[in-house]
């Protein structure tokens, strides 16, 4: 007995050892896989890796979670939002108990190691917002008991893998915002229990199989933004848990189902907008009473618009550009039932053809309302007097329609009114004086109206409005000194065909940055006052069909940047000014004058087609178009005359000839020895008519339009034959500047070449199918639009991580390095850097573009200290351009920096420079500034998207503001802050060289590797 007993413990304790040996060796495992793991990462700013070492048992590390069951075997790795940069380690697959891995939120590169797909334990994996590229890994299939994939936001490419669609437990799949091409596999039916289906933002195409609608546990399905093509399947309208249902920015095409709102009881968010759907609106919409935000703008619906009086959760309605209404009076009935959605901040129902009148229910529409938006419709009647409760008003546009009556004296309560526009109706009576208390207003339209009465000199409150429209009323009186004390005005003032009367008050000289003036077609009398001169800015001057008299004062040979100019149909006399010839004048009309004298024969008055001097029947000389008597002090002997006139153009000629010869010899010479790496020149310009790119937009279609400027607009085109995907700039060449902005980007573009400057492929100078001039640039296409566009999104999210955002800083500020330093012997100004003339490419990668206002710099403007007005002086866009050029300065490398900066700061506030909260002297810049002095202020201008990581429903996590300080990321962004106030000084010589802010931006970059998004 007792050798038994003996002989039990020696085999008790020999089988301990091997479990402790067991239990070693896979705990070992696990060890070393980590250390592993540690070993790949190259960047680790915070120092987490750091406290990876034998001080402490590994269950004991940061992030890092061991079981209960398991003991000391790692079943959760979370080590999201570290900044960490580096490859993801193959032999994280060896972690064989792991459950849940967070890597997301980091700068992890390279591509997804399909190691993973060992880990058969695993339910989550989570790799959103990284930089992870190649394909997404097939055996990932193996993960079986995977519930939740995440991997948006990388630069993920090749297919979705038909493999993954064997998880047939999955509950969400979030793929979006990648490069992912290909087609959505049929298998999807297999994924049974997927709630969560977001492929939103990719490449895909095909049709959208009909098996999704069998997923009977779908809550979201977001498909916007990729190349879908036929219809949904009415199976997807019969899911009754979906929530929402995203397939905006499609090509797809079809009708609603009747039972839309029935058969969906918690649709909270529908979007087609942007594609191709026909037919009405079901009423039946009215019963999905969780609606949140309804967007079908777009698209060629027809029909009545049903009642939303049920959907009192509304907040954004967008029904613009289709054709809605019949231009009835029961077409806006459906305007009544929006009084009961208390939340609605966005009503869009422009472009159709609705007619009615406007109830004085709108008064009861939501407070919160901003936008709202019935332009170009059929609507008439009176402008309810109940608008003024709509107190948080930002835009009322009501372009185009058929309103009568006077203009409410309400809507001057609308004290948060950005943007008003009236043009084209039928509206009477006075301008009311209570509109000189919308001091927030950037522009006022009333044009095109049958106003009458003197314009109000309250309108000279604005401190802020950019633009100015009151032409065609019959508006009487002075013009009230007031209206040019809007220093403010840069786009226009536009008081033309109304009937008022006397002088120019000389305060227009306060009018610095005012680009266009119009006057014509008035009673105006007098002289025209010197003090025109001090608006250095002005590309057009229209006073024809007056009452002026007088000389020309010489005060305007200033307006270097003058293009138009029309004296037409006065009373002025005196010589036609030999400085006209000087100024940059594309159009000079000064006919029916009583001009005398000899007419210049340079520069406008070159060309007699932009010409026109008829009506003063005292000039002689001029060019021989003009057809005008020879001057009397110009009569000398014809025979010596023509002789010394042969002598004097041969000799010119020679030399002319020869200096060509000299020039060309050396200048190719030149190009082959410093430039053999340039291949532009070498390289085959795309060669397009305007029948192709007529064909490659679909007629110019608005369904291709992507966006559009003050010189034209841009479309988003395929040439078929060679396959390519462009975007075709259309100038409108009834705008006035627009021929020279499209000769600038010519220059600019056929000289420069950079990774970050939009790449011209051709450009297109011809005539259109209606014998009209036609002039087009034809660039590479950029996938993911405009920085404007994803800054301040108008209606679906659009987040920029902080890694996006100092990748495309950086990149802007190398184009402007390279404009600056780099592009020839001579610097190139931008003039008009912005958000909006940033473009990202597919992979998020920024293009600096539009060179309609560029400047090419001489030696006397570099070295030039002088305040002399410049042509170019005070031109791009308020709230960018530094306040020197309102002086009249010279455009200046210095001038890109300052706007530069306010683009920074702007990128990281999340707040333009003309921001309604920057009032009584506040600006962008000293905002930042005061903040910067208190450390606990900072977080508080800081964009609040940089501390959202992803929407509400999305997140998994919190990270808080504490944490965000505590993580050192304050501390960067006080030195991105810091950077943007250098370059945003007042004074030029205190700003930054851009060469020092690239250095210093990828400095930080570097240090930082920047990962929060949303």
Same mark, same amino acid.
Not at 75 to 97: M, V, Y
């Given at each position: 007995m007792g050798i038994s007993r003996k002989i039990l413990v020696v085999i008790i304790i020999h089988l301990l050892s091997i479990c402790t040996l067991v239990h070693s060796t896979t705990n070992e495992t696990d060890r070393l896989a980590l250390l592993d793991f540690k070993a790949k990462i190259t960047e680790d700013p915070l120092g987490i890796m750091s406290a990876w070492n034998t001080s402490h048992h590994f269950c004991e590390w940061r992030g890092v979670v061991c079981g209960r069951q398991h003991r000391q075997r790692v079943?959760?790795?979370?080590?999201?939002?570290?900044?960490?940069?580096?490859?993801?380690?193959?032999?994280?697959?060896?972690?064989?108990?792991?459950?849940?891995?967070?890597?997301?939120?980091?700068?992890?590169?390279?591509?997804?190691?399909?190691?993973?797909?060992?880990?058969?334990?695993?339910?989550?994996?989570?790799?959103?917002?990284?930089?992870?590229?190649?394909?997404?890994p097939s055996n990932l299939s193996a993960c079986s008991n995977?519930?939740?994939?995440?991997?948006?936001?990388?630069?993920?490419?090749?297919?979705?893998?038909?493999?993954?669609?064997? $998880? /047939?437990?999955?509950?969400? %799949?979030? @793929?979006?915002? =990648? !490069? &992912?091409? #290909?087609? *959505?596999?049929?298998? +999807?039916?297999? $994924? /049974?229990?997927?709630?969560? %289906?977001? @492929?939103?933002? =990719? !490449? &895909?195409? #095909?049709? *959208?199989?009909?098996? +999704?609608?069998? $997923?009977?546990?779908?809550?979201? %399905?977001? @498909?916007?933004? =990729?190349?879908?093509? #036929?219809?949904?399947?009415?199976? +997807?309208?019969? $899911?009754?848990?979906?929530?929402?249902?995203?397939?905006?920015? =499609?090509?797809?095409? #079809?009708?609603?189902?009747?039972?839309?709102?029935?058969?969906?009881?918690?649709?909270?968010?529908?979007?087609?907008?942007?594609?191709?759907?026909s037919g009405s609106i079901p009423s039946s919409v009215s019963n999905a009473t969780n609606l949140e935000n309804f967007q079908v703008t777009n698209n060629t619906l027809t029909g009545t618009i049903p009642s939303f009086e049920k959907l009192n959760k509304l907040s954004y309605l967008g029904l613009g550009i289709n054709h809605f209404g019949y231009g009835k009076d029961d077409d806006l009935k459906f305007l009544y039932g929006l009084t009961n959605a208390t939340d609605l901040l966005d009503l869009n129902m422009g472009s159709n053809n609705l007619g009615g009148t406007l109830p004085e229910q709108i008064a009861n529409f939501s407070r919160k309302l901003e936008l709202f938006n019935i332009n170009s419709n059929e609507i008439h009647g009176k402008i309810p007097t109940g608008i003024e409760s709509l107190v948080n008003l930002n835009v009322f546009t009501a372009l185009w329609n058929n309103l009568s009556g006077t203009i409410p004296s309400g809507i001057g309560k609308l004290e948060n009114l950005v943007f008003l526009s009236l043009y084209g109706n039928y509206l009477v009576g006075n301008i009311p004086s209570s509109l000189g208390n919308l001091t927030n207003l950037i522009a006022i339209h009333l044009s095109?109206?049958?106003?009458?009465?003197?314009?109000?000199?309250?309108?000279?409150?604005?401190?802020?409005?950019?633009?100015?429209?009151?032409?065609?009323?019959?508006?009487?009186?002075?013009?009230?000194?007031?209206?040019?004390?809007?220093?403010?005005?840069?786009?226009?003032?536009?008081?033309?065909?109304?009937?008022?009367?006397?002088?120019?008050?000389?305060?227009?000289?306060?009018?610095?940055?005012?680009?266009?003036?119009?006057?014509?077609?008035?009673?105006?009398?007098?002289?025209?006052?010197?003090?025109?001169?001090?608006?250095?800015?002005?590309?057009?001057?229209?006073?024809?069909?007056?009452?002026?008299?007088?000389?020309?004062?010489?005060?305007?040979?200033?307006?270097?940047?003058?293009?138009?100019?029309?004296?037409?149909?006065?009373?002025?006399?005196?010589?036609?000014?030999?400085?006209?010839?000087?100024?940059?004048?594309?159009?000079?009309?000064?006919?029916?004058?009583?001009?005398?004298?000899?007419?210049?024969?340079?520069?406008?008055?070159?060309?007699?087609?932009?010409?026109?001097?008829?009506?003063?029947?005292?000039?002689?000389?001029?060019?021989?178009?003009?057809?005008?008597?020879?001057?009397?002090?110009?009569?000398?002997?014809?025979?010596?005359?023509?002789?010394?006139?042969?002598?004097v153009v041969s000799a010119f000629a020679g030399v002319i000839a020869l200096l060509l010869v000299v020039f060309y010899l050396w200048f190719s010479k030149k190009r082959r020895k410093d430039s053999p790496s340039c291949d532009f020149e070498k390289a085959s310009i795309l060669r397009v008519s305007y029948q192709n790119l007529f064909e490659a937009t679909n007629e110019f279609s608005l369904d291709n339009l992507i966006g559009s400027g003050g010189f034209g607009s841009v479309y988003k085109g395929i040439l078929e034959q060679e396959g390519l995907v462009i975007a075709v700039k259309v100038f409108n060449l009834m705008r006035r500047g627009a021929s020279k902005s499209f000769l600038a980007e010519c220059e600019v573009l056929r000289n420069v070449r950079h990774r970050n400057l939009v790449k011209v492929l051709s450009a297109c100078s011809s005539v259109d199918y209606g014998n009209n001039d036609f002039k087009a640039l034809v660039y590479e296409f950029m996938d993911n639009g405009s920085l404007d566009d994803w800054l301040h999104p108008t209606h679906h999210p659009k987040n920029l991580s902080i890694i996006q955002r100092f990748n495309i800083v950086i990149d802007v500020a190398c184009a402007l390095e390279y404009l600056h330093c780099h592009s020839g012997t001579l610097p190139i100004v931008h003039c008009d850097v912005k958000p909006s003339n940033v473009l990202l490419d597919k992979e998020m990668i920024a293009h600096v573009g539009d060179f309609g206002l560029v400047k090419f710099l001489n030696k006397e403007m570099l070295h030039s200290t002088s305040n002399h007005s410049s042509s170019l002086a005070t031109i791009g866009t308020i709230g960018y351009f530094p306040p020197e050029y309102g002086l009249g300065n010279d455009a200046s490398t210095a001038g890109d920096i300052f706007s530069f900066g306010i683009l920074l700061l702007e990128m990281f506030t999340g707040k333009r420079p003309t921001d309604g909260t920057f009032k009584e002297g506040l600006s962008l810049h000293n905002f930042v500034e005061r903040a910067l002095s208190d450390p606990e202020q900072v977080t508080e201008i800081i964009d609040p998207n940089l501390f959202q990581i992803e929407e509400a429903r999305l997140s998994h996590f919190h990270y808080s503001k504490t944490e965000m300080r505590k993580s050192g990321l304050i501390e960067c962004l006080n030195s991105v802050f810091e950077i943007g106030i250098l370059c945003s000084f007042e004074a030029p010589q205190e700003r930054l060289n851009i060469a020092d802010v690239v250095t210093q931006l990828s400095s930080i970059k570097n240090k930082l590797q920047m990962t929060t998004s949303n």
């Open positions: 079943t959760e790795l979370d080590l999201r939002l570290l900044k960490l940069s580096g490859s993801i380690s193959p032999h994280i697959g060896n972690l064989s108990f792991l459950r849940i891995l967070y890597l997301n939120n980091n700068s992890f590169s390279y591509e997804i190691p399909p190691q993973i797909g060992s880990l058969r334990r695993l339910q989550a994996l989570y790799l959103s917002y990284n930089l992870l590229s190649g394909k997404i995977l519930n939740y994939l995440y991997l948006r936001g990388n630069g993920l490419t090749g297919e979705i893998p038909s493999e993954l669609f064997l $998880l /047939t437990r999955l509950k969400e %799949l979030v @793929l979006g915002r =990648n !490069n &992912l091409v #290909g087609t *959505i596999p049929l298998s +999807i039916s297999n $994924l /049974t229990s997927l709630e969560f %289906l977001y @492929l939103s933002g =990719n !490449n &895909l195409h #095909g049709v *959208i199989p009909e098996f +999704i609608g069998q $997923l009977k546990n779908l809550k979201v %399905l977001a @498909l916007g933004i =990729n190349q879908f093509s #036929g219809t949904l399947h009415s199976s +997807i309208f019969n $899911l009754s848990l979906i929530q929402v249902i995203d397939v905006g920015g =499609n090509y797809l095409q #079809g009708t609603l189902p009747a039972s839309l709102g029935d058969s969906l009881p918690y649709l909270r968010f529908f979007s087609i907008f942007r594609n191709q759907f095109f109206n049958q106003l009458k009465g003197n314009i109000p000199p309250s309108l000279g409150n604005y401190k802020k409005l950019l633009d100015l429209g009151l032409s065609d009323n019959n508006l009487t009186g002075l013009i009230p000194p007031q209206i040019f004390e809007i220093s403010s005005l840069s786009i226009g003032l536009d008081l033309s065909s109304n009937r008022l009367h006397g002088p120019i008050p000389n305060q227009v000289g306060n009018l610095k940055q005012l680009g266009q003036l119009y006057l014509d077609n008035n009673m105006l009398s007098g002289n025209i006052p010197s003090d025109l001169g001090g608006c250095v800015s002005l590309e057009a001057l229209s006073i024809g069909h007056n009452f002026f008299q007088g000389p020309i004062p010489s005060s305007l040979s200033v307006l270097r940047g003058l293009q138009f100019l029309n004296l037409s149909y006065n009373n002025f006399s005196g010589k036609v000014p030999s400085f006209l010839k000087n100024l940059s004048l594309l159009s000079l009309d000064i006919s029916y004058n009583d001009f005398e004298g000899m007419v210049p024969i340079e520069g406008i008055f070159k060309n007699t087609s932009a010409t026109s001097i008829v009506g003063n029947k005292r000039l002689c000389g001029g060019v021989s178009g003009l057809a005008l008597p020879t001057c009397k002090s110009d009569r000398e002997p014809k025979r010596k005359r023509q002789r010394t006139a042969i002598f």
